[in-house]
């Protein structure tokens, strides 16, 4: 059974950093997808970035350039950098791995997210 396993949320002012960790373990599959997304308040989950197993990253618009996303195949981990906080990057980040199918499509498994609070 997948389990991801999220840390390093907290508190911080804006214009500063943090680095969130997730945990994988349990996957079956080399070729996952890994990603972080968020949830703001009364908003829709939405993705942050991706990265392939290969290490391709690909990053919402509005994020590109302030976050860095990184994963470590052996350790069977990913990092999210987050540069330059702004009070609206606050919200629950979520940990993703998507494994393929057989069949062509992809499983998702999630954790239970991690608190993100930028104040202004």
């Known amino acids: 059974q997948v389990q991801l396993v999220e840390s390093g949320g907290g508190l911080v002012q804006a214009g500063g950093s943090l680095r969130l960790s997730c945990a994988a373990s349990?996957?079956?599959?080399?070729?996952?997808?890994m990603a972080w997304y968020r949830q703001a308040p009364g908003n829709q989950r939405e993705l942050v970035a991706g990265?392939?197993?290969?290490?391709?990253?690909h990053y919402a618009v509005s994020l590109k350039g302030r976050f860095t996303i990184s994963r470590d195949n052996f350790k069977n981990t990913v990092a999210l950098q987050m540069n330059s906080l702004m009070p609206r990057d606050t919200g629950v980040y979520y940990c993703n791995e998507a494994v393929p199918t057989s069949v062509g499509t992809w499983l998702d498994y999630w954790g239970k997210g991690t608190q993100v609070t930028v104040s202004s």
């Open positions: 349990g996957s079956t599959s080399s070729i996952n997808e």
């Open positions: 990265i392939s197993h290969e290490g391709r990253a």
